[in-house]
């Protein structure tokens, strides 16, 4: 564990804390109704990523192959091999104008088709227009940011990024917690991406201001990064990954406000929340690790990057399993209790089941970042397969079974393809 990786496991361990914290709020202040469009809006921005089209990834990783003969100097600007400081440029200028479009995208499209989804609601007295359509504008401004953060990791700046993320987190709950107890309600989440992206220009400008201006402002004299005959080819893979991913992560929750109404979205919807912070919890020993993949692949040790994913497969599994027995006896209790937190989230058998489904998940993402680190996508198969299965089978099961028949459709498709992976 280095600087990093316990900044993004502190990261994620607060957000393991605040998940209740905020659940509670949310349970306490929100109608069901309320919730079901609070939970609902974030499955809708989701659909952001058939805009990203993976190219965030694909930016960290090639930054990463340039950054091995490059670094920060006692000025804060990039100093190095004056090829890969050109290659980098102009990297950093494919980003800024590949998000510059789809946040202009993502704002329209979404806008239009939040409105065009929420209004086939037959509930008609909640007021949602305006929070939609301000957290569709402010939802595109920080999509943009998603350029920058990605030059920054692949530049392996991973400690000052998960130490901005740790803070961001807690800065985030507060501001969160705060406007869901003034009762800004459907509000509350415009409220959370407007303080997030004052946060991020403050952090930005102080730390990184020299080190964008070097990168901006740099003649890409010497060598370029060839968006169509590099990045596309490893591109488009991770794109169709990343589509088939809201298959797989974002489709519960709009399926069931579609056809069982807002309250069962809203319990579907805060139970995911509680179960991706365990996912996440995992990923923080990987995620850090991903420009020291691609700097270890460029400088062909092969050993030491065995080495090193074995170690943190074996850590992943472990953490995963323990946070998934916690998370479920935390679910019982509460239904043993009666607690009325019970009566927002889902049942203990579709809990469960979907707990049973993320450890496989889990499990597999070190693979994932150990094979994207060669700049290659040989799980492209394996994301369309499981984008459609699991998509089919929420979209059928949900729509006949609800979200018992959505957990086990997921568990079933996942235990089927997880010896492929392997």
Request: glycine content about 8%; proline content about 4%; aromatic content about 16%.
């Given at each position: 564990m280095d600087r990093a990786v316990l900044y993004a496991l502190l990261a994620r361990v607060w957000?393991?804390?605040?998940?209740?914290?905020?659940?509670?709020?949310?349970?306490?202040?929100?109608?069901?109704?309320?919730?079901?469009?609070?939970?609902?809006?974030?499955?809708?921005?989701a659909l952001q990523t058939f805009a990203e089209l993976g190219i965030g990834v694909a930016i960290t990783q090639f930054a990463s192959h340039e950054w091995a003969n490059l670094r920060i100097g006692e000025n804060r600007r990039i100093e190095g091999h004056p090829d890969s400081l050109s290659r980098l440029a102009s990297l950093a200028q494919i980003a800024i104008k590949w998000y510059s479009i789809i946040a202009f995208i993502v704002i329209v499209g979404l806008s239009i088709g939040g409105y065009i989804f929420f209004s086939q609601s037959s509930t008609q007295y909640v007021s949602w227009k305006?929070?939609?359509?301000?957290?569709?504008?402010?939802?595109?401004?920080?999509?943009?940011?998603?350029?920058?953060?990605?030059l920054l990791e692949g530049c392996n700046q991973v400690s000052n990024i998960y130490f901005y993320r740790f803070f961001?987190?807690?800065?985030?709950?507060?501001?969160?917690?705060?406007?869901?107890?003034?009762?800004?309600?459907?509000?509350?989440?415009?409220?959370?991406?407007?303080?997030?992206?004052?946060y991020a220009g403050f952090f930005l400008r102080r730390n990184y201001w020299e080190f964008f201006k070097t990168l901006l402002l740099t003649k890409s004299e010497g060598p370029r990064?060839?968006?169509?005959?590099?990045?596309?080819?490893?591109?488009?893979?991770?794109?169709?990954?990343?589509?088939?991913g809201y298959f797989i992560f974002s489709f519960f929750t709009p399926v069931l406000f579609h056809y069982h109404g807002p309250v069962i979205a809203g319990q579907m919807g805060m139970t995911w929340s509680l179960v991706s912070v365990l996912s996440s919890i995992g990923s923080a020993w990987v995620s850090p690790r991903v420009p020291q993949f691609g700097m270890l692949v460029a400088q062909k040790r092969y050993d030491e990057l065995d080495r090193l994913f074995w170690r943190l497969t074996i850590i992943v599994t472990s953490i995963t399993i323990l946070g998934a027995a916690a998370m479920l006896l935390l679910v019982l209790g509460l239904n043993y209790y009666d607690?009325?937190?019970?009566?927002?989230?889902?049942?203990?058998?579709?809990?469960?089941i979907f707990l049973m489904a993320t450890i496989i998940y889990t499990v597999c993402g070190p693979m994932a970042t150990y094979l994207r680190a060669h700049k290659k996508e040989p799980l492209l198969f394996i994301s369309v397969l499981l984008g459609v299965l699991v998509g089919?089978?929420?979209?059928?099961?949900?729509?006949?079974?609800?979200?018992?028949?959505?957990?086990?459709?997921y568990l079933t498709i996942y235990a089927m393809i997880f010896p492929m992976i392997v």
């Amino acid at each position: 564990m280095d600087r990093a990786v316990l900044y993004a496991l502190l990261a994620r361990v607060w957000g393991f804390a605040a998940g209740p914290i905020s659940a509670i709020l949310i349970a306490a202040k929100f109608t069901p109704t309320i919730q079901g469009f609070y939970y609902t809006f974030g499955s809708i921005l989701a659909l952001q990523t058939f805009a990203e089209l993976g190219i965030g990834v694909a930016i960290t990783q090639f930054a990463s192959h340039e950054w091995a003969n490059l670094r920060i100097g006692e000025n804060r600007r990039i100093e190095g091999h004056p090829d890969s400081l050109s290659r980098l440029a102009s990297l950093a200028q494919i980003a800024i104008k590949w998000y510059s479009i789809i946040a202009f995208i993502v704002i329209v499209g979404l806008s239009i088709g939040g409105y065009i989804f929420f209004s086939q609601s037959s509930t008609q007295y909640v007021s949602w227009k305006l929070p939609w359509i301000s957290l569709c504008i402010l939802s595109g401004i920080n999509l943009f940011t998603i350029a920058i953060w990605s030059l920054l990791e692949g530049c392996n700046q991973v400690s000052n990024i998960y130490f901005y993320r740790f803070f961001q987190g807690l800065f985030g709950s507060l501001v969160v917690w705060s406007a869901i107890l003034i009762g800004a309600d459907l509000w509350t989440a415009s409220i959370m991406t407007f303080a997030g992206l004052i946060y991020a220009g403050f952090f930005l400008r102080r730390n990184y201001w020299e080190f964008f201006k070097t990168l901006l402002l740099t003649k890409s004299e010497g060598p370029r990064v060839s968006w169509r005959t590099e990045i596309l080819p490893f591109q488009w893979r991770l794109a169709i990954s990343w589509v088939c991913g809201y298959f797989i992560f974002s489709f519960f929750t709009p399926v069931l406000f579609h056809y069982h109404g807002p309250v069962i979205a809203g319990q579907m919807g805060m139970t995911w929340s509680l179960v991706s912070v365990l996912s996440s919890i995992g990923s923080a020993w990987v995620s850090p690790r991903v420009p020291q993949f691609g700097m270890l692949v460029a400088q062909k040790r092969y050993d030491e990057l065995d080495r090193l994913f074995w170690r943190l497969t074996i850590i992943v599994t472990s953490i995963t399993i323990l946070g998934a027995a916690a998370m479920l006896l935390l679910v019982l209790g509460l239904n043993y209790y009666d607690h009325f937190l019970a009566r927002r989230l889902l049942s203990p058998l579709p809990t469960t089941i979907f707990l049973m489904a993320t450890i496989i998940y889990t499990v597999c993402g070190p693979m994932a970042t150990y094979l994207r680190a060669h700049k290659k996508e040989p799980l492209l198969f394996i994301s369309v397969l499981l984008g459609v299965l699991v998509g089919l089978s929420t979209w059928l099961l949900g729509k006949y079974y609800s979200a018992l028949g959505m957990a086990a459709g997921y568990l079933t498709i996942y235990a089927m393809i997880f010896p492929m992976i392997v």
